[in-house]
């Protein structure tokens, strides 16, 4: 799958990206929730938006922290974007769309990491290393479901 590589200089920035991925992850789930013909999918897909949902909102109070504190240490981050096909879920088999949503989880447990591992400050390293253990989560649950099919 293309990337597209970014360089950041600032945490705005960098919780700005990571902020926009949850967005899409949550309306990924609300989409695949509506769309399940049985409840336990449409549990997990619901279960899964809510968790993206509370990435948001941590994210969002770590920026607004740091915002006040002027970013603690300097930042120069490059992260690679996944470049996401254009085909409409609508119009994808069930399997397919599990398989995009776990391709989607892969990314962002990578993008967690590969920032956390270029920041300075302990607490955001912490934090974008917790992130990233979130998305392997459900990255495992997606795959035992698509284990399944």
């Known amino acids: 799958m293309p990337q ?16 926009s991925e949850e967005e899409k992850a949550v309306e990924l789930y609300n989409s695949l929730a509506s769309r399940s013909e049985t409840l336990e999918y449409k549990q997990t897909f619901k279960q899964l938006s809510r968790e993206e949902t509370g990435h948001i909102s941590r994210l969002k109070a770590m920026r607004e922290h740091y915002h006040r504190a002027n970013f603690p240490a300097p930042v120069s981050v490059k992260a690679d974007l996944m470049v996401r096909p254009t085909r409409p879920f609508n119009t994808q088999t069930l399997k ?40 392997k989560n459900h990255r495992l649950r997606l795959e035992k479901l698509l284990s399944y099919f």
Do not use: C, P, R, W
């Open 96 to 135: 397919a769309i599990f398989q995009s949503a776990i391709n989607e989880e892969t990314h962002a447990e990578k993008l967690y990491l590969k920032i956390a591992g270029q920041v300075q400050d302990q607490e955001l390293q912490q934090l974008f290393d917790q992130m990233a253990e979130h998305e």
């Open 4 to 19: 597209k590589y970014l360089t950041f200089s600032n945490y705005n920035d960098v919780f700005d990206l990571l902020i």
